[in-house]
């Protein structure tokens, strides 16, 4: 706040105001003696007032030099002002606009959204401010989402900006829009103000690590008032299959701010559109709630979202979910010997677990567009195929069973263990289930080793990293695990058909296979993977795709370097990923709940002003606002309130002044005669 | 002469000055005698003035000489005043060009003593300040008007004060019962004052007392702040006259009030003159 005067030159009878002082000290010095006649009722009198005395003294003395320190201030006609100290009359007044479009700004207040509501308040300061003031716009959330190049004098341009402010899905993040009006106001006088037009959740005022000095200027910084609000929010949906009872269950879990918020909500489930049920949801204290529902379905994968009704603002009350099965992720099997048909096939056991999946010759590989997440098969593969070892890196899984071929100088980059010479002794298998996780996916009590047979195989040298699943009797690996890239390999030392082993035909293949491509396919983007957050970019290996999007919009991505790239997430809801026609993937998009955004409690005006480093921070009421608007910017003129000071001064003065109402003094010696 | 000048003499001529109670005296006067059983010898005549009995009027001279004359006996008794002049030095207080409370004093002494002779009482008059100064004994004789006239010239103001004093010696002094005029400014122990006025009419004295104040010493009208010497001890006080006015008018008017109520407890005549009065005004004592 500072105060600037209209008539400066007055402001040079300032020590007028010293004036009583000055007198005061003068005569203080020079008291004139007088002769009288008897000094005991003078010492009388003096003994009863001295202490009252000395200070009426004080205080009249007080009031004198104030009263003329006022009167000076009077006719150099005070304007009270905020900010821009120093700041000429003259020099045009610079704004700039912070139109907060986060989705919190979506909250209804009376019928309207706060982001329309803030765009009518723009409107109206528009209409406002002097036509010379030079004005900029900022719409933003937790980036800049639209702005003026510099401040300017063009109302019908500001006007059509402001129409085109749409709210957004994104977070706030009050400090990128800061420090782009700091860059708006660079080239600005120091006449200048920045107005937050927000709902001041205190949310958006979090990720400050600098202060906003505005390039050394002071900045009059104005913001309405907090309305706070109750919300609750999904924080999370998460879909799992449940293996024992064959189908699909939604946990859902929310919050409620202020605590106790989220009674007398509910919870609604949709499934692949359809509304599958409703709940309530259970409050778990601290203002969490969750809810459980299950879907009755054993589909590969489940998409769709969880409703809560029951508050002001929609947009995070929904969240969605899309999740693939584990173990259903996609597979090829790539045969090195596809010459033979029938039960002698190398791939014959493997199609029968994979019915829906082509079986590949070797020289189909360079063809086929391996996607992540996906299993590869090989079964006594000779060559190494750089694009399956680019799939692998990318996060691809490959089970790997050697054959008669594979001893050829078959040595892939991804390979866990060195592939060695060709045993022909028989030899049974033993798990290393103390040490490998994977194996504690599988009920191996049923897996009996002993019962496995292998009569020949390779002779393998687990590589530096690598892990041994399962043993041979004579203590040679028969599993090796290892990672390569993001991906994960296993290796097999024999084959996957009964030339070489019984395992194919025992009853543990089946639900084993099945298990390890779960695994190897968990490596990938799942469930968890797929569950993005607004503006977080979608990525895949793979050849050019497209993406549906909530809206029923498609998008062609192209690929690069084996990866294509999404990045179109603005909206939350279920996007497809589709690829030569057909749906390879969903994808969820939600709200990014876990910045708080969520959360209405509002900002306090003190850490507002520890932000603002000394620049003064105004707060708009949310009603009739407009006359305080225009005095924090073109000040108020405090005249009249210096008259009625002075004149409560002045009354003050004839009171200390004359301590009390007394007759003429004559009339008393009258009186007492 | 300074005190009895030919205007002071027009205006209080046509006065009298008469006092409550009986007292004993040897000429006839305007005061009965307490003493039964003289004889109606004639002593003197005098000029009738309002009041006198017109059964005194001697209707013989009036047909001689067209004027109105009483007679006067050797049985009525004359009073004997003892007129007592404070002249302290805080009588010579004077504000504002006024003449001093002393020299205002001393006139209205000496107006008094030209009343009482002219009425044929005896009037002697005491000058004090801390002690008696002088004393000058009762006589009924006109030509002691200038005796008196001529100490009064010669007084000035002295030192300090010691009234309470003065007063209690004088009061073993004198024998007669007589009138006894205190004029002063009284700013002195006034419960002291009033206990030794109070022996006079203990001693059957009728008494009167004048305080001489100047119209200052009331008001208190100063303005700012001023060094206030004291003129009799040259003591002084800074004060801020303004402010401490209010205080002072009240202090000293109870100051006064308990003279007043003090001196009508005690039968004794009391009047407060300011130097800005007029003599003849100040000389009405009733």
Redesign the interface.
């Known amino acids: 706040m500072s105060i600037t005067f209209l008539n400066p030159q007055f402001m040079w009878l300032l020590p007028v105001s010293a004036l009583p002082l000055v007198i005061h000290l003068f005569?203080?010095k020079r008291?004139?003696?007088?002769?009288?006649?008897?000094?005991r009722?003078?010492?009388?009198?003096?003994e009863?007032?001295r202490a009252g005395?000395r200070l009426?003294?004080y205080i009249l003395l007080f009031i004198r030099t104030l009263l003329l320190l006022l009167l000076v201030c009077f006719f150099a006609r005070p304007l009270l002002r905020f900010g821009a100290v120093g700041a000429r009359e003259a020099s045009p007044l610079s704004v700039v606009l912070l139109l907060d479009t986060s989705y919190s700004m979506r909250y209804e207040d009376g019928g309207m959204s706060r982001v329309e509501r803030a765009r009518q308040v723009a409107r109206r300061i528009l209409d406002l401010l002097p036509r010379q003031t030079r004005i900029g716009l900022i719409a933003y959330s937790d980036r800049v989402e639209t702005a003026t190049p510099s401040p300017g004098n063009d109302r019908n341009y500001l006007l059509r900006l402001i129409d085109t402010i749409r709210p957004t899905s994104r977070t706030t993040n009050t400090a990128r829009a800061l420090a782009a009006a700091e860059q708006l106001l660079s080239g600005e006088s120091s006449n200048a103000a920045v107005i937050v037009l927000s709902d001041m959740a205190a949310h958006g005022f979090r990720d400050f690590n600098t202060k906003f000095g505005f390039r050394d200027k002071r900045i009059r910084v104005i913001a309405f008032t907090p309305s706070g609000g109750q919300n609750c929010w999904l924080a999370g949906a998460h879909a799992d299959f449940d293996e024992s009872a064959e189908h699909w269950v939604v946990d859902v879990k929310g919050r409620a701010s202020p605590a106790g918020a989220a009674a007398g909500g509910s919870l609604a489930y949709f499934v692949e559109g359809q509304k599958k049920g409703n709940d309530f949801p259970v409050e778990r204290g601290n203002g969490l709630f969750a809810g459980r529902f299950s879907v009755g379905s054993a589909a590969e994968d489940v998409s769709g979202y969880v409703e809560y009704a029951g508050d002001r603002l929609l947009e995070d009350n929904r969240h969605y979910f899309a999740v693939r099965r584990p173990g259903a992720c996609p597979a090829w099997i790539i045969d090195g010997d596809p010459r033979f048909g029938g039960a002698s096939a190398e791939s014959f056991y493997l199609k029968m677990l994979f019915p829906r999946t082509c079986v590949l010759a070797e020289s189909d590989v360079d063809k086929t567009a391996f996607t992540v997440p996906g299993v590869v098969i090989l079964a006594n593969v000779r060559d190494d195929h750089p694009r399956l070892e680019q799939f692998v890196k990318a996060g691809g899984g490959a089970l790997i069973f050697l054959g008669n071929h594979s001893g050829d100088g078959f040595a892939p980059a991804y390979l866990p263990a060195e592939i060695g010479s060709i045993f022909t002794t028989r030899q049974n298998v033993f798990w290393n289930e103390e040490k490998r996780e994977v194996l504690s996916r599988f009920p191996l009590e049923g897996f009996d080793g002993g019962k496995i047979e292998v009569d020949s195989g390779f002779v393998l040298r687990p590589r530096e990293g690598a892990g041994v699943v399962a043993t041979l009797t004579s203590g040679w690996p028969f599993i090796v695990e290892g990672a390569y890239g993001s991906g994960k390999v296993m290796l097999c030392a024999s084959t996957a058909s009964r030339q070489w082993n019984n395992m194919p035909t025992r009853p543990m293949f089946a639900p084993f296979i099945k298990g390890l491509c779960g695994y190897l396919g968990a490596a990938q983007p799942s469930a968890e993977k797929v569950m993005l957050k607004v503006g977080e970019p979608f990525r895949r290996s793979g050849s050019v795709a497209e993406v549906e999007t909530p809206a029923g919009r498609r998008v062609k991505v192209p690929a690069s370097g084996g990866e294509m790239l999404f990045q179109d997430t603005e909206d939350p809801g279920i996007y497809r990923v589709i690829s030569a026609g057909r749906e390879i993937l969903k994808f969820a998009v939600n709200l990014d709940t876990d910045s708080g955004e969520s959360d209405l409690a509002p900002v306090s005006l003190a850490a507002l002003k520890r932000l603002f480093a000394g620049n003064p921070v105004i707060l708009l009421p949310g009603q009739d606002w407009e006359k305080r608007f225009m005095s924090v910017l073109a000040g108020t003129d405090i005249t009249r309130a210096l008259i009625l000071v002075m004149l409560v001064l002045f009354l003050a003065e004839i009171i200390f002044a004359n301590?009390?109402v007394?007759r003429n003094?004559?009339e008393?010696?009258g009186?007492?005669? | 002469m300074k005190f009895l000048d030919t205007v002071t003499i027009s205006k209080i001529a046509n006065l009298r000055l008469r006092v409550k109670s009986v007292v004993e005296g040897s000429l006839a006067g305007l005061h009965s005698s307490s003493l039964k059983g003289h004889s109606l010898e004639f002593a003197q005549h005098r000029e009738y003035s309002p009041g006198d009995e017109l059964r005194r009027i001697d209707w013989k001279v009036f047909g001689r000489s067209d004027r109105f004359f009483i007679k006067q006996y050797q049985d009525e008794t004359n009073l004997r005043a003892h007129i007592v002049l404070d002249a302290s030095g805080?009588?010579r207080?004077a504000a504002e060009g006024r003449e001093t409370?002393l020299s205002y004093a001393a006139t209205l002494a000496a107006s008094l003593s030209y009343l009482l002779l002219r009425q044929g009482d005896a009037v002697g008059l005491s000058v004090f300040d801390e002690t008696f100064r002088f004393h000058v004994p009762p006589s009924h004789q006109l030509s002691h008007l200038s005796t008196l006239i001529g100490k009064l010239e010669n007084t000035s103001a002295g030192g300090d004060t010691d009234i309470v004093a003065v007063l209690r010696d004088m009061g073993q002094h004198i024998r007669r019962r007589s009138l006894v005029i205190v004029i002063s400014?009284l700013?002195g122990d006034d419960a002291g004052v009033i206990k030794a006025l109070k022996y006079f009419r203990f001693r059957h004295h009728e008494v009167i007392v004048l305080q001489v104040l100047?119209?200052h010493?009331?008001?208190?009208?100063?303005d700012?702040?001023?060094?206030?010497?004291?003129?009799e001890r040259k003591?002084?006080?800074?004060?801020?006259g303004e402010?401490?006015?209010?205080?002072?008018?009240?202090?000293?008017?109870r100051?006064?009030?308990g003279y007043k109520s003090g001196f009508r407890q005690a039968g004794i005549d009391y009047r407060?003159v300011?130097t800005d009065m007029p003599f003849e005004s100040a000389l009405c004592l009733k």
Not at chain 2, 217 to 222: G, K, L, T
Not at chain 2, 243 to 253: L, Q, T
């Open positions: 005569y203080r008291p004139g003696k007088i002769e009288f006649s008897d000094l009722f003078i010492r009388a009198a003096l009863r007032i005395l009426r003294r301590p009390a007394e003094p004559r008393v010696a009186k007492i005669i | 805080s009588m207080f409370k400014d700013l100047d119209p010493e009331i008001r208190f009208p100063y700012g702040e001023h060094a206030f010497v004291h003129l003591e002084q006080v800074f004060a801020d402010a401490v006015a209010r205080e002072y008018r009240r202090i000293f008017g100051f006064l009030a407060m300011t």
